[in-house]
């Protein structure tokens, strides 16, 4: 049985299938983001982009068992051991990455979307593989996915529910992007739009950059656009990522 194993399970195949599922996953993220750059109702482009996010739901953790499986393979009783021992220390995160997949397949915490959980209460600013981030009156809070599931939560309706916007900036000006985010970011915390628990965040792109803020009302985005076309950028709204 262990020879077997070994005639179809090497460490060349190995990093074959490693580099594989490694490029097929850079794929799918590079369509994924062209994809959200472009503006789709409905349409070919529109469902291809909802399937390619349930691809990317599932390929991540479908890739690391079939390589860590392919790894143990190799030699069964050593590498089942080694997978142990790796596994005990790092238990608690397996289980909040699970727990993390359960609540994301439900679609119903995403950024901008205020919850409550025990005695948190707060807007979702980030989303991980392990946890999100609460942002309340007393700071930002790292909450669990498995803290989630155990205490559970609440979408609180009605108060800043989809608020967080991140606009694709192309400045006008013969300045340098560094000298545009400074004089920019001083111009949105002037403005009476922001809401100033969450710092506008810059992220440079090819071309001009990529802010992400947090609005009091939903549509107070118009308005921002207008008067950042008068403040000499081009601007326009994109999906968060």
Sequence with gaps: MEQLLKQQFS??????MAVVLLGGYFLLQFLMRLLKQASYQRGIGYFLKIGIEQILFLYEPIAVFL???IFVFINPI?????????LIPGFQHLR???SGK????????SLGKKIKSGNLQGIIVRTGRLGLELQSD?????????QLLMEGYTIISGQE???????????????????????????????????LNYSPEFTK?????????????????????????????????????
């Design 11 to 16: 460490w060349g195949y190995l990093g074959i």
């Design 67 to 69: 390589l860590t499986g």
């Design 78 to 86: 050593f590498h089942g051991f080694l997978l142990a021992l790796l």
């Design 96 to 98: 909040n990455y699970e």
């Design 102 to 109: 359960i609540i994301q397949a439900g679609k119903g915490l």
């Design 138 to 146: 007393g700071g930002v809070h790292f909450v669990p996915y498995r």
């Design 161 to 195: 529910i989809q608020s967080f916007h991140q606009l694709s900036i192309l400045p006008k000006g013969d300045e340098t992007d560094q000298d545009h985010e400074a004089h920019l970011f001083n111009q949105l915390i002037a403005t009476p739009y922001l809401d």
């Design 205 to 241: 792109r090819e071309k001009g950059f990529d802010v992400r803020i947090l609005l009091k009302k939903e549509e107070h985005i118009t308005h921002l656009i207008d008067l950042m076309e008068e403040w000499g950028y081009q601007s326009k709204e994109v999906h968060l990522v």
